[in-house]
């Protein structure tokens, strides 16, 4: 983990910050109305894509981009996301390409990835104002698709790669793999491959295990399938994966994070290994992650005694 902490000096001088909101959600807009606000007056830069600025009431001395890149980022130290899961996935394809961190803050329902919530835009503007804040990578994935033998396609997942069932009422039929030898064979709904990051997101909802974050492993996933051995499988963080879309059966598709769609046909070939580009995510906290799973799906708790002194 790397310690950015300083205090004190001329901070602001030549320094920006990148902002991505979710532009639809009132309460988004008004967020970044106080960041923007509060990182200008202590003499930050602020960089917006053009198109959500048009839905920010947002002053001239804001710096317009014409697109959302990762060569959008550049000079930038921090890139801060305001919105739910989805924005903040959309904010990490900015973060894993530009290599700047990203603080996310939480305006949606759970937020795993974010690291504070609305009522906190104070103690975040001056947390990035005096740098205190450090900096972590989050394992994501590198996935490939291949058909006939033949690479046709490449894709990450900071989350998950998920294959998944095209049509509603047939079973997606497909077989496991996990470094080069064959698991098990079954139909289902679909196979989640994730990280530990990921464990809390779809894999979770799936029936798979939370995974602390700084566990360096990868997840394989059944959805809802048809056999007596589906059981999740956590491998080594070096394994390779794949998940084959058996032949003459209806075909599938694969979502990367719910944000990358793409069409399986019948036969084809899914590997999923560890991404070479991590995504690096600001901390704010020193809370320990039991207490963030406790906080955030509202866990039962009362009674603990703790160990004894």
Not at 33 to 46: F, H, K, T
Not at 57 to 85: F, K, M, N, Q, S
Not at 176 to 181: F, N, P
Request: glycine fraction near 10%.
């Amino acid at each position: 983990m790397e310690a950015a902490v300083a205090r004190g000096g001329p901070l602001a001088a030549g320094r920006t910050v990148f902002l991505v909101a979710h532009t639809g959600r009132p309460a988004a807009i008004r967020s970044a109305e106080l960041v923007v606000q509060g990182l200008l007056r202590c003499g930050l830069g602020v960089r917006v894509v053009k198109n959500e600025a048009r839905d920010l009431p947002l002053p001239p001395e804001v710096e317009l981009v014409p697109e959302g890149t990762p060569e959008a980022l550049e000079g930038c130290e921090l890139l801060i996301v305001l919105g739910g899961d989805g924005t903040l996935l959309r904010g990490a394809e900015f973060a894993r390409g530009s290599g700047v961190p990203m603080l996310g803050v939480n305006l949606g329902h759970v937020g795993f990835l974010a690291e504070a919530e609305r009522d906190d835009l104070d103690k975040v503007v001056d947390r990035v104002v005096t740098r205190a804040y450090e900096v972590e990578d989050r394992m994501t994935l590198d996935v490939l698709v291949r058909t006939n033998g033949d690479v046709v396609h490449r894709d990450w997942a900071l989350n998950e790669a998920a294959v998944q069932k095209a049509a509603p009422e047939r079973m997606l039929e497909v077989v496991l793999e996990v470094d080069g030898r064959p698991v098990s064979g079954f139909g289902c709904d679909g196979i989640v491959c994730a990280t530990p990051t990921g464990s809390t997101a779809y894999a979770f909802s799936a029936g798979g295990p939370v995974v602390w974050p700084e566990v360096e492993a990868l997840l394989m996933v059944p959805i809802s399938a048809h056999a007596l051995f589906a059981k999740p499988l956590v491998t080594s963080p070096d394994s390779v994966l794949a998940v084959e879309v058996q032949a003459g059966v209806p075909h599938g598709v694969l979502w990367c994070d719910g944000r990358r769609m793409l069409e399986l046909p019948a036969g084809a070939r899914v590997e999923v290994r560890r991404g070479a580009v991590p995504v690096r995510l600001a901390r704010l906290h020193h809370a320990s992650f039991t207490d963030r799973l406790v906080a955030k799906f509202a866990l039962p708790v009362s009674g603990w005694r703790g160990a004894p002194h």
